[in-house]
């Protein structure tokens, strides 16, 4: 019996895994790369790399209309980290049917840019939480904004 329990155990694990998204959740993070060496005061950058679902857009950042939604990445950088402004792409111009001007987009992949700045105290490894604040449409058809948690890590010197 507990070899039936085991089993599925890990039988439920894919399963959630693979529950549905809801219309919207249409971005995920493909990675966090960082670059240079992060040591105790020195300066890096997570080069966050986000993938959105085929037929999806987003904003930019930018929005060509103050009444859409950006794209926002937010950090609660703690002891130790300090960010730097947040570099985003330009938005490329898209023409959507239904809209009389055109929109400036995401759309398949982009990536940010935040610089970090880490206190010659700072403790590594050390975890930076992150929110992706975005709302996804399908042509003229936007859903209801998303935040998108996750983590930058830096890991400790090697």
Request: aromatic share 6%; charged share 20%.
């Amino acid at each position: 019996m507990k070899t039936l329990v085991a089993w599925l155990g890990i039988l439920a694990l894919p399963l959630a895994a693979n529950a549905q998204k809801k219309p919207g959740e249409a971005a995920s993070i493909a990675g966090v790369e960082i670059k240079g060496d992060a040591v105790a005061g020195s300066r890096v950058t997570a080069v966050v790399k986000v993938k959105l679902e085929k037929g999806y857009h987003v904003h930019s950042n930018k929005p060509s209309q103050p009444e859409f939604i950006p794209t926002v990445l937010t950090l609660e950088p703690g002891a130790g980290v300090r960010a730097g402004t947040i570099g985003y792409p330009a938005g490329k111009s898209e023409k959507v049917a239904g809209l009389d001007k055109p929109l400036s987009i995401y759309e398949e992949h982009f990536e940010v840019s935040v610089p970090l700045g880490l206190a010659a105290t700072a403790k590594l490894p050390l975890t930076v939480p992150a929110t992706l604040n975005y709302q996804a449409c399908q042509g003229a058809k936007c859903f209801a904004p998303q935040q998108l948690k996750f983590e930058i890590r830096l890991p400790a010197a090697q």
